[in-house]
């Protein structure tokens, strides 16, 4: 059974970091297309940054060059580091695994509050 599971939340200041972690079982991120989303209070979720199966990079425009998406394969594990943070990036971050366009699955979400 895939489970996902975040780590690495918390609260920081406006201009702090934080590294999130989502470690994986039952799949291999490395070859998984493998995604870090976020979801505002009164808002829907959406996509922050993703990693493909082939290492491709996609950011949303907002957190370019200020966010980072890895993967480790030995720890199958995937990581957003996310550096110059901003109250606007408050959210709960989820991790989402894309098995196919009809298939994925999400790990519990790690709650993000960044103070002003």
């Known amino acids: 059974q895939v489970q996902l599971v975040e780590s690495g939340g918390g609260l920081v200041q406006a201009g702090g970091s934080l590294r999130l972690a989502c470690a994986a079982s039952?799949?291999?991120?490395?070859?998984?297309?493998m995604g870090w989303y976020r979801q505002a209070p009164g808002k829907q979720r959406g996509l922050v940054a993703q990693?493909?199966?082939?290492?491709?990079?996609t950011y949303i425009d907002s957190v370019k060059g200020r966010f980072t998406i890895s993967r480790d394969s030995a720890e199958n594990t995937v990581y957003l580091q996310m550096n110059s943070l901003k109250p606007e990036d408050t959210a709960v971050y989820y991790c989402?695994?894309?098995?196919?366009?009809?298939?994925?699955?999400w790990g519990q979400g790690t709650q993000v509050t960044v103070s002003s």
């Open positions: 039952a799949i291999l991120v490395s070859r998984t297309t």
């Open positions: 990693i493909s199966s082939n290492g491709a990079l």
């Open positions: 989402d695994a894309r098995l196919s366009l009809l298939k994925n699955y």
